[in-house]
Protein backbone atom coordinates (compact mmCIF):
# COMPACT_ATOMS: atom_id res chain seq x y z
CA UNK A 1 0.00 0.00 0.00
CA UNK A 2 1.56 3.14 -0.63
CA UNK A 3 1.66 6.17 1.52
CA UNK A 4 2.03 9.71 1.58
CA UNK A 5 2.98 12.67 3.98
CA UNK A 6 0.72 15.55 4.58
CA UNK A 7 0.27 19.04 6.99
CA UNK A 8 -3.56 18.45 6.03
CA UNK A 9 -5.85 16.73 4.15
CA UNK A 10 -9.09 17.97 3.06
CA UNK A 11 -12.05 15.26 2.28
CA UNK A 12 -14.58 16.90 0.10
CA UNK A 13 -13.79 19.54 -2.90
CA UNK A 14 -16.77 21.91 -2.46
CA UNK A 15 -16.80 25.56 -1.32
CA UNK A 16 -15.64 24.67 1.77
CA UNK A 17 -12.80 22.42 1.10
CA UNK A 18 -11.42 24.20 -1.90
CA UNK A 19 -11.03 27.18 0.11
CA UNK A 20 -9.40 25.29 2.84
CA UNK A 21 -6.83 23.88 0.66
CA UNK A 22 -6.48 27.15 -1.10
CA UNK A 23 -5.49 28.65 1.82
CA UNK A 24 -3.27 26.11 3.09
CA UNK A 25 -1.15 25.91 0.44
CA UNK A 26 -1.04 29.09 0.18
CA UNK A 27 0.53 29.67 3.98
CA UNK A 28 2.91 26.78 3.60
CA UNK A 29 1.38 23.61 4.49
CA UNK A 30 1.55 20.31 2.28
CA UNK A 31 -2.14 20.13 1.36
CA UNK A 32 -3.83 17.04 -0.24
CA UNK A 33 -7.94 17.30 -1.65
CA UNK A 34 -9.61 14.28 -1.57
CA UNK A 35 -13.20 14.47 -4.13
CA UNK A 36 -15.50 11.68 -4.65
CA UNK A 37 -16.10 13.16 -8.29
CA UNK A 38 -14.06 13.88 -11.15
CA UNK A 39 -14.06 17.98 -11.07
CA UNK A 40 -14.29 20.47 -8.24
CA UNK A 41 -17.27 22.70 -6.76
CA UNK A 42 -19.49 20.65 -4.71
CA UNK A 43 -23.00 21.76 -4.74
CA UNK A 44 -22.28 25.00 -7.42
CA UNK A 45 -20.73 22.84 -10.11
CA UNK A 46 -23.07 19.25 -9.14
CA UNK A 47 -26.18 20.53 -7.97
CA UNK A 48 -25.96 23.52 -10.26
CA UNK A 49 -26.36 25.98 -7.04
CA UNK A 50 -25.74 29.50 -8.69
CA UNK A 51 -25.60 32.54 -8.12
CA UNK A 52 -23.76 32.02 -4.34
CA UNK A 53 -26.47 34.65 -2.24
CA UNK A 54 -25.36 37.68 -1.03
CA UNK A 55 -24.11 37.86 2.47
CA UNK A 56 -22.75 40.87 4.84
CA UNK A 57 -20.54 42.93 3.04
CA UNK A 58 -18.27 43.02 6.18
CA UNK A 59 -17.48 39.38 6.14
CA UNK A 60 -13.78 38.97 6.53
CA UNK A 61 -11.38 35.78 5.54
CA UNK A 62 -12.57 36.36 1.94
CA UNK A 63 -9.41 36.04 0.01
CA UNK A 64 -10.12 32.65 -1.85
CA UNK A 65 -13.37 33.68 -2.70
CA UNK A 66 -12.51 37.23 -4.21
CA UNK A 67 -9.58 35.60 -6.05
CA UNK A 68 -12.35 33.12 -7.79
CA UNK A 69 -14.46 36.09 -8.52
CA UNK A 70 -11.59 37.99 -9.88
CA UNK A 71 -10.38 34.16 -11.96
CA UNK A 72 -13.79 33.34 -13.31
CA UNK A 73 -13.95 37.30 -14.23
CA UNK A 74 -11.14 36.65 -16.30
CA UNK A 75 -12.92 33.66 -18.07
CA UNK A 76 -15.92 34.98 -18.76
CA UNK A 77 -17.69 33.22 -16.06
CA UNK A 78 -18.96 35.83 -13.25
CA UNK A 79 -20.52 39.05 -13.22
CA UNK A 80 -21.69 41.47 -10.31
CA UNK A 81 -25.39 41.53 -10.24
CA UNK A 82 -27.21 45.29 -9.78
CA UNK A 83 -27.21 44.06 -5.96
CA UNK A 84 -24.26 44.11 -5.67
CA UNK A 85 -23.39 40.03 -5.80
CA UNK A 86 -20.68 39.37 -7.59
CA UNK A 87 -21.37 35.49 -6.98
CA UNK A 88 -23.04 35.24 -10.14
CA UNK A 89 -20.90 32.34 -11.55
CA UNK A 90 -21.25 29.83 -14.58
CA UNK A 91 -21.32 26.02 -13.26
CA UNK A 92 -20.33 24.72 -16.35
CA UNK A 93 -16.98 26.60 -16.71
CA UNK A 94 -16.03 26.59 -12.93
CA UNK A 95 -14.57 22.93 -12.63
CA UNK A 96 -11.64 23.88 -14.85
CA UNK A 97 -10.91 27.47 -13.30
CA UNK A 98 -11.27 25.74 -9.25
CA UNK A 99 -8.54 22.98 -10.35
CA UNK A 100 -6.27 25.34 -11.81
CA UNK A 101 -6.49 27.90 -8.91
CA UNK A 102 -5.70 24.83 -6.45
CA UNK A 103 -2.95 23.31 -8.85
CA UNK A 104 -1.15 26.54 -8.88
CA UNK A 105 -0.84 26.93 -5.26
CA UNK A 106 0.71 23.58 -4.59
CA UNK A 107 -2.07 21.12 -3.30
CA UNK A 108 -2.13 17.81 -4.38
CA UNK A 109 -5.93 16.41 -5.42
CA UNK A 110 -7.14 13.30 -5.52
CA UNK A 111 -10.30 12.60 -7.87
CA UNK A 112 -12.84 9.80 -7.43
CA UNK A 113 -11.66 8.95 -4.10
CA UNK A 114 -13.29 8.39 -0.89
CA UNK A 115 -12.12 7.23 2.44
CA UNK A 116 -12.23 3.62 3.02
CA UNK A 117 -13.95 1.87 5.70
CA UNK A 118 -12.83 2.87 9.63
CA UNK A 119 -11.56 -0.76 10.39
CA UNK A 120 -8.21 0.32 7.81
CA UNK A 121 -7.99 4.21 9.18
CA UNK A 122 -5.23 4.17 12.07
CA UNK A 123 -6.78 6.24 15.38
CA UNK A 124 -5.17 6.36 18.78
CA UNK A 125 -6.56 7.97 22.30
CA UNK A 126 -4.21 10.28 24.10
CA UNK A 127 -4.31 10.95 27.72
CA UNK A 128 -7.25 13.17 27.69
CA UNK A 129 -9.63 10.69 26.36
CA UNK A 130 -9.63 12.78 22.70
CA UNK A 131 -9.13 11.02 19.70
CA UNK A 132 -5.93 11.62 17.24
CA UNK A 133 -6.27 10.78 13.72
CA UNK A 134 -2.77 9.02 12.44
CA UNK A 135 -3.72 8.21 8.74
CA UNK A 136 -6.58 7.07 6.73
CA UNK A 137 -6.81 5.29 3.66
CA UNK A 138 -8.15 6.51 -0.03
CA UNK A 139 -10.36 4.33 -1.40
CA UNK A 140 -9.65 5.32 -5.22
CA UNK A 141 -11.48 4.42 -9.03
CA UNK A 142 -8.72 2.96 -10.15
CA UNK A 143 -10.55 3.39 -13.27
CA UNK A 144 -9.47 6.85 -13.27
CA UNK A 145 -6.03 6.60 -11.54
CA UNK A 146 -4.12 8.51 -14.45
CA UNK A 147 -6.04 11.28 -12.98
CA UNK A 148 -4.96 10.92 -9.38
CA UNK A 149 -1.33 10.22 -10.85
CA UNK A 150 -1.19 13.88 -12.71
CA UNK A 151 -1.96 15.03 -9.11
CA UNK A 152 0.00 13.52 -6.27
CA UNK A 153 2.93 11.10 -8.22
CA UNK A 154 0.96 7.62 -7.27
CA UNK A 155 2.03 5.13 -9.93
CA UNK A 156 -0.21 3.59 -11.98
CA UNK A 157 -0.74 -0.19 -11.99
CA UNK A 158 -2.34 -2.55 -13.69
CA UNK A 159 -3.89 -4.16 -10.64
CA UNK A 160 -6.34 -2.39 -9.43
CA UNK A 161 -6.65 -4.32 -6.33
CA UNK A 162 -2.95 -3.35 -5.47
CA UNK A 163 -3.25 0.24 -6.22
CA UNK A 164 -6.84 0.56 -4.90
CA UNK A 165 -5.82 1.69 -1.48
CA UNK A 166 -3.36 4.60 -0.91
CA UNK A 167 -2.30 5.23 3.13
CA UNK A 168 -2.30 9.03 4.31
CA UNK A 169 -0.47 10.30 6.91
CA UNK A 170 -1.18 13.17 8.21
CA UNK A 171 -1.60 16.63 11.12
CA UNK A 172 -4.52 17.43 10.29
CA UNK A 173 -8.11 16.23 9.16
CA UNK A 174 -11.11 18.26 7.35
CA UNK A 175 -14.61 16.99 6.84
CA UNK A 176 -15.52 18.83 4.12
CA UNK A 177 -18.24 16.22 2.64
CA UNK A 178 -21.26 17.87 3.35
CA UNK A 179 -22.88 14.87 4.59
CA UNK A 180 -20.28 14.58 7.34
CA UNK A 181 -19.04 10.94 5.92
CA UNK A 182 -15.82 11.37 7.49
CA UNK A 183 -17.07 12.46 10.95
CA UNK A 184 -19.18 9.11 10.56
CA UNK A 185 -16.53 6.92 9.49
CA UNK A 186 -14.30 7.69 12.23
CA UNK A 187 -17.36 7.39 15.29
CA UNK A 188 -17.51 11.69 15.46
CA UNK A 189 -21.06 12.60 17.66
CA UNK A 190 -23.73 13.74 15.36
CA UNK A 191 -26.26 16.54 16.78
CA UNK A 192 -29.58 15.49 17.25
CA UNK A 193 -31.79 14.95 13.91
CA UNK A 194 -34.35 16.96 13.59
CA UNK A 195 -36.06 17.80 10.21
CA UNK A 196 -34.76 17.90 6.46
CA UNK A 197 -35.13 21.02 4.71
CA UNK A 198 -36.51 20.39 1.20
CA UNK A 199 -34.15 18.80 -1.48
CA UNK A 200 -33.92 20.60 -5.32
CA UNK A 201 -33.26 19.00 -8.71
CA UNK A 202 -31.92 22.26 -10.67
CA UNK A 203 -31.48 22.25 -14.59
CA UNK A 204 -30.17 24.72 -17.50
CA UNK A 205 -32.31 25.57 -20.43
CA UNK A 206 -30.65 26.64 -23.68
CA UNK A 207 -32.13 28.83 -26.93
CA UNK A 208 -33.75 31.25 -24.37
CA UNK A 209 -34.35 34.93 -25.88
CA UNK A 210 -33.02 36.41 -22.61
CA UNK A 211 -33.43 39.52 -24.13
CA UNK A 212 -37.34 39.46 -24.66
CA UNK A 213 -37.83 37.22 -21.57
CA UNK A 214 -36.63 40.06 -19.76
CA UNK A 215 -38.49 43.24 -21.38
CA UNK A 216 -42.01 40.55 -21.26
CA UNK A 217 -40.96 40.09 -17.18
CA UNK A 218 -40.70 43.93 -16.50
CA UNK A 219 -44.11 44.49 -17.87
CA UNK A 220 -46.08 41.04 -16.03
CA UNK A 221 -44.26 42.17 -12.28
CA UNK A 222 -43.80 45.59 -11.35
CA UNK A 223 -42.11 44.17 -7.72
CA UNK A 224 -38.06 45.15 -7.72
CA UNK A 225 -37.80 42.73 -5.12
CA UNK A 226 -38.89 39.79 -6.98
CA UNK A 227 -38.15 40.62 -10.64
CA UNK A 228 -34.79 42.47 -11.78
CA UNK A 229 -32.78 42.75 -15.04
CA UNK A 230 -29.73 44.62 -15.73
CA UNK A 231 -27.53 44.83 -18.52
CA UNK A 232 -23.93 43.61 -17.92
CA UNK A 233 -20.92 43.01 -20.05
CA UNK A 234 -23.25 43.18 -23.41
CA UNK A 235 -25.53 40.53 -22.06
CA UNK A 236 -29.13 40.67 -20.34
CA UNK A 237 -29.11 39.36 -17.10
CA UNK A 238 -32.39 38.74 -14.82
CA UNK A 239 -33.75 37.24 -11.77
CA UNK A 240 -37.71 36.11 -10.97
CA UNK A 241 -39.73 33.98 -8.57
CA UNK A 242 -42.95 32.32 -7.48
CA UNK A 243 -44.17 29.96 -4.94
CA UNK A 244 -47.39 28.47 -3.73
CA UNK A 245 -46.34 30.10 -0.03
CA UNK A 246 -47.92 32.99 1.56
CA UNK A 247 -45.74 36.13 1.09
CA UNK A 248 -45.46 38.44 -2.14
CA UNK A 249 -48.34 39.04 -4.48
CA UNK A 250 -46.24 36.61 -6.84
CA UNK A 251 -46.96 38.35 -10.53
CA UNK A 252 -46.64 34.84 -11.93
CA UNK A 253 -48.90 32.77 -9.54
CA UNK A 254 -51.41 33.75 -12.17
CA UNK A 255 -49.82 31.71 -15.00
CA UNK A 256 -49.08 28.84 -12.31
CA UNK A 257 -52.63 28.35 -11.73
CA UNK A 258 -53.46 28.14 -15.77
CA UNK A 259 -50.75 26.15 -16.49
CA UNK A 260 -52.43 23.47 -13.38
CA UNK A 261 -55.58 23.64 -14.18
CA UNK A 262 -54.61 23.43 -17.98
CA UNK A 263 -52.85 19.91 -17.07
CA UNK A 264 -49.58 20.94 -18.17
CA UNK A 265 -47.96 21.25 -14.71
CA UNK A 266 -48.54 19.42 -11.59
CA UNK A 267 -49.63 21.60 -8.27
CA UNK A 268 -46.61 20.56 -6.83
CA UNK A 269 -44.60 22.43 -9.53
CA UNK A 270 -46.00 25.77 -8.09
CA UNK A 271 -44.04 25.08 -4.93
CA UNK A 272 -41.14 26.87 -5.57
CA UNK A 273 -40.02 28.38 -8.99
CA UNK A 274 -36.87 30.78 -9.06
CA UNK A 275 -34.74 31.85 -12.22
CA UNK A 276 -31.20 33.33 -13.23
CA UNK A 277 -29.17 34.03 -15.87
CA UNK A 278 -25.90 32.55 -15.90
CA UNK A 279 -22.66 34.91 -16.34
CA UNK A 280 -20.73 34.42 -20.01
CA UNK A 281 -24.04 32.92 -21.65
CA UNK A 282 -26.28 34.72 -23.62
CA UNK A 283 -29.29 32.32 -24.34
CA UNK A 284 -28.76 30.10 -20.85
CA UNK A 285 -31.15 30.02 -17.70
CA UNK A 286 -30.61 28.32 -14.38
CA UNK A 287 -33.30 27.24 -12.52
CA UNK A 288 -33.43 26.91 -8.47
CA UNK A 289 -36.34 24.21 -9.01
CA UNK A 290 -38.44 21.71 -8.75
CA UNK A 291 -38.61 21.30 -5.25
CA UNK A 292 -38.79 17.54 -4.44
CA UNK A 293 -42.10 16.51 -3.10
CA UNK A 294 -43.04 12.51 -2.77
CA UNK A 295 -45.40 11.20 -0.76
CA UNK A 296 -43.81 10.60 2.12
CA UNK A 297 -40.26 12.55 3.73
CA UNK A 298 -37.27 11.21 1.96
CA UNK A 299 -33.93 11.50 3.40
CA UNK A 300 -31.03 12.92 1.52
CA UNK A 301 -28.92 10.05 3.37
CA UNK A 302 -30.90 7.00 1.80
CA UNK A 303 -29.69 6.28 -1.93
CA UNK A 304 -32.89 4.29 -2.72
CA UNK A 305 -34.57 8.00 -1.64
CA UNK A 306 -32.42 9.96 -3.64
CA UNK A 307 -32.81 7.60 -6.58
CA UNK A 308 -36.33 8.57 -6.23
CA UNK A 309 -36.05 11.85 -5.38
CA UNK A 310 -33.80 12.31 -9.05
CA UNK A 311 -37.02 10.33 -10.93
CA UNK A 312 -39.50 13.02 -9.51
CA UNK A 313 -37.27 16.08 -10.00
CA UNK A 314 -35.97 14.97 -13.65
CA UNK A 315 -39.83 14.38 -14.09
CA UNK A 316 -40.90 17.97 -13.16
CA UNK A 317 -37.50 19.56 -14.69
CA UNK A 318 -39.13 18.19 -18.27
CA UNK A 319 -42.74 19.39 -17.01
CA UNK A 320 -41.32 23.00 -16.13
CA UNK A 321 -39.29 23.05 -19.23
CA UNK A 322 -42.72 22.50 -21.32
CA UNK A 323 -44.61 25.28 -19.18
CA UNK A 324 -42.03 27.85 -19.89
CA UNK A 325 -41.89 27.35 -24.24
CA UNK A 326 -45.76 27.50 -23.84
CA UNK A 327 -46.10 30.28 -21.20
CA UNK A 328 -43.30 32.60 -21.09
CA UNK A 329 -41.99 34.97 -23.87
CA UNK A 330 -38.90 34.16 -25.19
CA UNK A 331 -38.76 30.46 -24.54
CA UNK A 332 -40.49 29.49 -27.93
CA UNK A 333 -37.22 27.68 -29.18
CA UNK A 334 -35.82 27.03 -25.41
CA UNK A 335 -35.22 23.03 -24.49
CA UNK A 336 -33.52 21.70 -21.71
CA UNK A 337 -29.47 22.02 -21.66
CA UNK A 338 -28.54 20.49 -18.47
CA UNK A 339 -29.95 18.64 -15.75
CA UNK A 340 -27.32 18.38 -12.20
CA UNK A 341 -25.73 15.42 -11.59
CA UNK A 342 -26.58 15.48 -8.25
CA UNK A 343 -29.89 16.26 -5.94
CA UNK A 344 -29.24 19.93 -4.24
CA UNK A 345 -29.32 19.11 -0.29
CA UNK A 346 -29.35 22.29 2.23
CA UNK A 347 -29.22 20.02 5.18
CA UNK A 348 -28.93 16.54 6.56
CA UNK A 349 -25.82 15.58 9.41
CA UNK A 350 -24.47 17.96 11.59
CA UNK A 351 -21.36 17.26 13.68
CA UNK A 352 -21.41 17.97 17.24
CA UNK A 353 -18.87 19.90 18.00
CA UNK A 354 -17.10 21.94 20.95
CA UNK A 355 -19.67 24.67 20.50
CA UNK A 356 -22.98 24.65 19.20
CA UNK A 357 -24.42 27.43 17.22
CA UNK A 358 -27.73 27.89 18.17
CA UNK A 359 -30.81 29.90 16.54
CA UNK A 360 -30.51 32.54 19.61
CA UNK A 361 -26.67 33.12 19.18
CA UNK A 362 -27.66 34.11 15.41
CA UNK A 363 -30.72 35.92 16.61
CA UNK A 364 -28.87 37.73 19.44
CA UNK A 365 -25.63 38.32 17.17
CA UNK A 366 -23.77 36.37 19.60
CA UNK A 367 -20.22 37.42 19.80
CA UNK A 368 -16.89 34.83 19.80
CA UNK A 369 -13.44 35.24 20.48
CA UNK A 370 -12.35 33.28 17.87
CA UNK A 371 -14.43 33.99 14.92
CA UNK A 372 -14.14 32.60 10.94
CA UNK A 373 -16.96 34.67 9.68
CA UNK A 374 -19.66 37.19 9.86
CA UNK A 375 -22.74 37.14 8.01
CA UNK A 376 -26.21 38.48 8.10
CA UNK A 377 -28.32 35.98 5.83
CA UNK A 378 -31.55 34.78 7.34
CA UNK A 379 -32.39 31.53 8.41
CA UNK A 380 -33.93 30.26 5.73
CA UNK A 381 -36.11 27.02 6.04
CA UNK A 382 -37.02 25.06 2.79
CA UNK A 383 -40.46 22.86 3.41
CA UNK A 384 -42.19 20.27 1.08
CA UNK A 385 -44.95 21.31 2.92
CA UNK A 386 -47.30 24.63 1.57
CA UNK A 387 -46.92 27.73 3.34
CA UNK A 388 -44.48 26.10 6.18
CA UNK A 389 -41.43 27.93 5.21
CA UNK A 390 -39.22 30.13 7.33
CA UNK A 391 -37.43 32.90 6.02
CA UNK A 392 -36.14 35.21 9.57
CA UNK A 393 -34.10 38.15 8.86
CA UNK A 394 -31.66 39.17 11.51
CA UNK A 395 -31.31 42.87 12.48
CA UNK A 396 -27.67 42.59 13.01
CA UNK A 397 -24.35 41.04 12.13
CA UNK A 398 -24.00 37.76 13.85
CA UNK A 399 -20.83 35.47 13.37
CA UNK A 400 -19.50 31.64 13.26
CA UNK A 401 -17.09 30.91 15.94
CA UNK A 402 -13.97 28.14 15.48
CA UNK A 403 -15.18 26.20 17.76
CA UNK A 404 -18.05 24.93 16.12
CA UNK A 405 -15.65 23.73 13.35
CA UNK A 406 -13.54 21.31 16.12
CA UNK A 407 -15.06 17.97 16.33
CA UNK A 408 -15.59 17.12 19.97
CA UNK A 409 -13.93 14.48 21.21
CA UNK A 410 -11.03 14.44 18.69
CA UNK A 411 -7.63 16.36 18.38
CA UNK A 412 -6.75 17.01 14.96
CA UNK A 413 -10.24 16.10 13.36
CA UNK A 414 -12.87 19.63 11.88
CA UNK A 415 -15.61 20.55 10.02
CA UNK A 416 -16.69 22.85 7.56
CA UNK A 417 -19.58 23.49 5.22
CA UNK A 418 -23.06 22.87 6.14
CA UNK A 419 -22.47 19.85 8.36
CA UNK A 420 -20.80 22.12 11.29
CA UNK A 421 -21.95 22.05 14.77
CA UNK A 422 -24.70 23.58 14.65
CA UNK A 423 -29.12 23.30 15.25
CA UNK A 424 -31.12 23.40 12.37
CA UNK A 425 -32.22 26.62 12.22
CA UNK A 426 -28.33 28.19 12.82
CA UNK A 427 -27.59 25.84 10.33
CA UNK A 428 -30.37 26.83 7.93
CA UNK A 429 -28.65 30.48 8.25
CA UNK A 430 -24.79 29.85 7.77
CA UNK A 431 -25.33 26.99 5.04
CA UNK A 432 -24.90 29.44 2.70
CA UNK A 433 -21.87 29.52 -0.05
CA UNK A 434 -19.75 32.60 0.71
CA UNK A 435 -19.74 31.43 4.86
CA UNK A 436 -18.86 28.30 4.09
CA UNK A 437 -15.86 29.77 1.63
CA UNK A 438 -14.96 31.78 4.92
CA UNK A 439 -15.13 28.65 6.94
CA UNK A 440 -12.49 26.84 4.57
CA UNK A 441 -10.28 30.00 5.06
CA UNK A 442 -10.36 30.84 8.53
CA UNK A 443 -10.04 27.06 9.66
CA UNK A 444 -6.81 26.84 7.43
CA UNK A 445 -4.95 30.60 8.38
CA UNK A 446 -5.89 28.89 12.37
CA UNK A 447 -4.07 25.67 11.43
CA UNK A 448 -0.81 27.37 9.89
CA UNK A 449 -0.26 28.99 13.10
CA UNK A 450 -0.01 26.07 15.02
Same mark, same amino acid.
Given at each position: ?18 ? $? ?26 ? =? ?14 ? !? ?5 ? +? ?5 ? +? ?40 ? #? ?13 ? %? ?40 ? /? ?18 ? +? ?16 ? +???? /? ?6 ? /? ?33 ? #? ?60 ? $???? !? ?37 ? /? ?11 ? *? ?22 ? %? ?5 ? #? ?8 ? %?? *? ?12 ? !? ?11 ? =?
Amino acid at each position: MKSKNYDIVVVGGGTAGCS $CAWNAARLGLKTLLIEKNSYLGGAITSQ =LVIPAMKTDDRNFNTN !FYDELCN +QAALNDS +QITYIDGNKGWFNPIKLPSILNRMLIEVGVHISYNSKISDAS #ENIVSKHSNKNTRIL %SLCIDTNCSDNKIINNCIDMKHSDNCEVEKLHKINSKYFIDA /TGNADLSVILGAKLLPFEKN +QAMTLRFIMEGVDIPAFA +QWLL /TVDSNRNV /TTTAEINGNTHLSTACTWDLGPNWALKPIFDKAVS #EGVLKDSDRAYFQVFSIAGEDDKIAFNCPRIIADSELSPLNKSDLKLARAIGEEAANRLAVF $CCKY !FNGFENAKIHKIADEIGVRESRRVKGKYVLTKEDIYNAK /TFENPVAYSNYPI *DVHSVKKDDYILDYVQKTYSIPLE %SLMVEGF #ENLFVIGRCL %SA *DFYAQAAVRIQPTC !FSMGEGLAKYLAL =L
